[in-house]
Structures are given as structure tokens and as C-alpha cells.
């Protein structure tokens, strides 16, 4: 079914903060809208009220026709107890939630409701569109390498990845809404995902930090720009919004020097006429006396001009248009704070075999030197992670041996991000990890990563994924380390901090074992080694 949705004067906010007011946006078929915006700009909150799911503060969400189905997948797959891969993929693609509609309705015909019938008749027509007829065939032609009774829970997050991809691509909405979804994915599920987006009939609003994936795939960019309180609206690619984004605000930062010269030139203008038409009139009550009438007339009808003068200089200000000036972004401004350097070996293992269930990485041998800079690639659920885990210490070794050089502190951004997902607030958290610090300067250290009053006294837990990565950074930033472990670190962060991220790790001069996904960083930070993981499989390039 061809759908258009059609969003106008929409409005939200977090209690007397506003995120974003009078939004207007229609998508159609064969749309594909990117979402763009620094984190808590509102992008998951108007995604999720297109999707119906939170009401809208101000405005409305309508579809064309009003039966159309909307898909909302969410950038955190809500992985329930006990649900099995099967389930999930069922719920995530809607078709679960039509059966239930479809049983029920097919239950009450044959009674005294006249409109069983059609109830019956729409809720099959709803389990049909959405795929439901053939799912299980389908679902067998995705390959997923995982059991389809497997408990969601138990997944790798390589596996997990994998069958979240499955559930979009077996999804056959008429509207999609996407939230982050090429967090986590490979090279080859970013691939495919691409090839699904752009061959899609159905209108696409979606949020990603991937820059090549939005370069590839949006037909127009949406910017909630939160620093000025405006929606801008940008057709063509993700490259043409960038330079077309350049060129707006040089235009208006022109715009407003031009308004602001203009006033600044007709303010002092009046100012010299008002000294002007003073010492005018000072200089009429000293000079004039009963008997020069004339000398005092022509003083007084001076006066008058200047005044005359001042009046228009004044009526001529408030004539112009006034040009709001354009507010100052905040940006993030970003450093990794640089241990004493270790000794030459960083890190080695040698014969190293880690056993996990069916899945074995080994063996391994490799060593990391000082200062070097290490790419590592591989497919999810290839054992990447589980070869960091290994040079770290963090996993016992069925055989062989492994070890951290002497005086080596490590950073890592992964481990980091759980330590803010606890009940305690962010201060508290983070006060926690540097307790030699004061509360006052973890304030203002976090208040630099863009996490303010409002962030750092709530609860870590209700963080947004985006908020918890820029609170690991800043911890980062907070204690000094010699060699940096980063595991997918673009997940979940906006753009500007990507690229801060990518400027901090070219002044780094520590060790670096750099794992991504995110083409354009790869192409951007400098590394002197590559290491692709295959199967368990270590080749070190």
C-alpha cells in the first residue's frame, strides 16, 4: 500500500524545555528522510510521535489512507525474558500483534454483531500486508546463524546485531520509522541495510551517525537545530545538506553583522545629534536676552531641527527589519588525557585460544608495541571483541599464554558506558570512578561533554544511550591513559562529537586498538596496523 504521512505544527519538550516547535513534514512514498541533530535535539521523541506512540504536545500526525502501517524500530531492541528469536522477530515486525487482532476478530463472528464482519475482513487485510502469511518462509531465507528457539538474552551482541537486522528487512510496513539502525552492524549488514533502505517503496524517516550510510541512502535532510530552536529542511543527499548547511549559516551570521552595523552606525548618529540639539538649547538659555528676539528665535528653530533629526534617525532604526543574532553552538571540545607512556611491549599473547560455547578464537599470537595504532576488523560475532578481552586479561585463556606490559593503564569506552547504567545519578557515578575529584569539577568537566545541571542529578540509568558515551568520554578525558581501547564508539554518539572523537585520537599519542564499523573513521584516524578477525581466525596485516 502506498501511505504518505503528513506531521504539522508539531511541538515537544522535557517539562519547561523545548526541543522543538512548529515542525511541519510530509513523507511519500519512496521518501527517504534523515533525521539529523545533536543529542537531545528530540530526534527519538518525534520519531516516536510520528509513530503514534507518545501524543503530541502542540499539532498533529496524520496518514494517507488512515490504515496504513507504521513501523517504529527503536535503537535499543527491547530483548524481553524468555522471548525467543522467533517471537522477536514476530512482535518487531508487527505480524504477532496482527494475529492476536485477526484471532479475536475471527472469534466474535457468527454473534449478534453485525460489524463482526468487517472487523474480520480488516484485520486479516492487516496480517497480510504486514507479511504474515509467509513469514516462517522468510524468515528461513534471511540466515540469521542463530537457533529460532533461542532466548533473545542469551544472544552475543554480534547475534543480537544480526537478528535485528533480519527484523527489518522481513518488515513490510508502509511507513518506517528508524532509530539508529546501523548501530552494531558489520560491513556486510551495513550493505544490506543500505540496499533495503534505498530500494524501499515506502516512505523512511530515520536517525544515524553513520555519514557514509546517510550519504548513500537520504533523498533529504530534517536538522533540529537546538542551539538556534529552528527546523531546517534540506533536499537532496547528506553531502548537499553539509555544504548547503555551510553556506545558510555564513549567510546569516552575514546578515546579522549587516543588521547589527546598520543599528550600531544609526545609534550613534542619533547620539550626536541629541549632543548636538543639547548644547543647542544650553547654548539659547545663556545667550538670549529679552531683547534678541531674532537671535533667540533662530536658536530655538535650530533646536528644533536637531530634534527633527533625532526623530528620524530613530523612526529609521525602527524600520529595520531586526535580524535575531545567530546563538553561539556549543561544541565539544575534547582531549584524551595521556598516561606516563608504558614500556615498549604493550600487550601479548602467544598460542592464545579462548573457548566460548561452540565458538573458539585461536590461536593467537601477537604483540602490541608503544604507540602503536590498531585497526580491528572482522564480521560480527567473528571474536573481536573476545580478542580485546583476551589482550586485556579480562577472559581466562584454555591455553596459552597472555600478558599486559609493565605500567600500562588502560581506557576503554565500552566498559566506561556501564558504569553509567546503575540507579545512582551521574554525579555520584562519575565521582565514583575519580573519587580524588571535587563534585564542582565534575560538574564542569561534564558540562563540556554537553551534560548539564539537568543531566548530572538524575539517575544514569534513565540516561539516553548518546548521553551515557559522552559521559565515558569525558572519564576519558577525567584520567590518564596509555593505551585506548575503543569498541564501536561511534554507537550512539551525534555527529559533531564523532568528529571531535576523531580530532582527540589524532593528537593521542598513547596506544590505540581502534574497533569500527563507521567507514569515514576508519579513513580519518591514522593507524599504522590492521588486524581482521575471521571465524576466530587472527591475521595480523
Known amino acids: 500500500m502506498s501511505a504518505t504521512l503528513v506531521a504539522k505544527d508539531l511541538a515537544a519538550g522535557h517539562g519547561d524545555r523545548v526541543l522543538f516547535a512548529g515542525l511541519d513534514l510530509v513523507v511519500a512514498p519512496g521518501d527517504v528522510v534523515g533525521l539529523v541533530g545533536v543529542n537531545g535535539a528530540g530526534k527519538s521523541t518525534l520519531l516516536r510521535t510520528l509513530a503514534g506512540l507518545i501524543p503530541a504536545e502542540q499539532g498533529s500526525v496524520r496518514l494517507s489512507p488512515a490504515s496504513a502501517n507504521v513501523g517504529y524500530l527503536p535503537q535499543e531492541p527491547e530483548r524481553r525474558a524468555g522471548e525467543t528469536v522467533r517471537a522477536f522477530l514476530g512482535r518487531r515486525t508487527g505480524v504477532t500483534e496482527a494475529q492476536r487482532a485477526m484471532d479475536a476478530a475471527a472469534e466474535a463472528l457468527g454473534g449478534d454483531d453485525p460489524a463482526a464482519d468487517d472487523a474480520y475482513a480488516e484485520s486479516l487485510e492487516r496480517w497480510l500486508a504486514l507479511g504474515g502469511a509467509d513469514l516462517d518462509e522468510r524468515i528461513e531465507e534471511v540466515g540469521m546463524e542463530v537457533s529460532l528457539d533461542q532466548p533473545m538474552t542469551s544472544l552475543s551482541g554480534g547475534q543480537a546485531a544480526r537478528v535485528g537486522m533480519a527484523s527489518l528487512l522481513l518488515s513490510r510496513y508502509d511507513v518506517f520509522l528508524l532509530d539508529e539502525p546501523t548501530n552494531d552492524l558489520d560491513l556486510d549488514g551495513l550493505e544490506r541495510l543500505e540496499k533495503f533502505v534505498t530500494e524501499l517503496r515506502a516512505g523512511t524517516v530515520l536517525v544515524s551517525h553513520d555519514r557514509e550510510f546517510l550519504n548513500r541512502t537520504v533523498t533529504r535532510v530534517v536538522e533540529l537545530d537546538l542551539a538556534q530552536q529552528q527546523i531546517r529542511s534540506y533536499g537532496g543527499g547528506y553531502s548537499a545538506y553539509l555544504t548547503e548547511r555551510e553556506v545558510a549559516r555564513r549567510h546569516a551570521r552575514q546578515q546579522y553583522d549587516e543588521y547589527a552595523g546598520t543599528v550600531t552606525a544609526l545609534q550613534s548618529r542619533a547620539q550626536t545629534q541629541r549632543s ?196 565515558a568520554l569525558a572519564l576519558l578525558q577525567a584520567r590518564g591513559v596509555n593505551l585506548l581501547v575503543l569498541d564501536e564508539p561511534t554507537n550512539h554518539l551525534d555527529l559533531p562529537a564523532i568528529e571531535q572523537l576523531e580530532s582527540a585520537l589524532t593528537s593521542y599519542n598513547g596506544t590505540l586498538l581502534l574497533v569500527t564499523h563507521d567507514r569515514r573513521m576508519l579513513a580519518a584516524v591514522s593507524t599504522n596496523r590492521h588486524i581482521e578477525v575471521a571465524n576466530g581466525k587472527v591475521t595480523d596485516r
Do not use: C, Y
Open 276 to 471: 548636538w540639539m543639547d548644547k543647542g538649547v544650553r547654548n539659547a538659555r545663556r545667550k538670549s536676552s529679552d531683547n534678541d528676539k531674532i537671535g533667540r528665535k533662530f536658536r530655538s528653530e535650530a533646536s528644533e531641527k536637531q530634534a527633527a533629526k533625532v526623530r528620524q534617525t530613530e523612526r529609521m532604526i525602527e524600520r529595520l527589519d531586526e535580524v535575531e543574532e545567530p546563538r553561539k553552538e556549543w561544541e565539544l571540545r575534547m582531549t584524551i588525557a595521556a598516561a606516563p607512556r608504558a614500556g615498549a611491549v604493550v600487550a601479548t599473547l602467544s598460542g592464545a585460544v579462548v573457548r566460548r560455547g561452540s565458538f573458539t578464537l585461536g590461536p593467537v599470537t601477537v604483540q602490541i608495541d608503544w604507540a602503536d595504532r590498531v585497526a580491528i576488523t572482522g564480521a560480527n560475532g567473528s571474536g573481536k571483541s573476545t580478542l580485546l578481552a583476551a589482550l586485556l586479561g579480562r577472559t581466562p585463556l584454555d591455553s596459552g599464554t597472555g600478558a599486559l606490559g609493565p605500567g600500562v593503564v588502560v581506557g576503554e569506552v565500552d566498559q566506561a558506558r556501564a558504569l553509567f547504567d546503575g540507579d545512582e545519578n551521574l554525579i555520584d557515578a562519575f565521582n565514583a570512578a575519580i573519587p580524588e575529584w571535587t563534585p564542582a569539577d565534575v560538574r564542569t568537566l561534564l558540562a563540556k561533554f554537553g551534560l548539564k545541571a539537568a543531566h548530572v542529578t538524575r539517575s544514569a540509568r534513565t540516561l539516553s544511550p548518546g548521553e551515557r558515551t559522552r559521559a
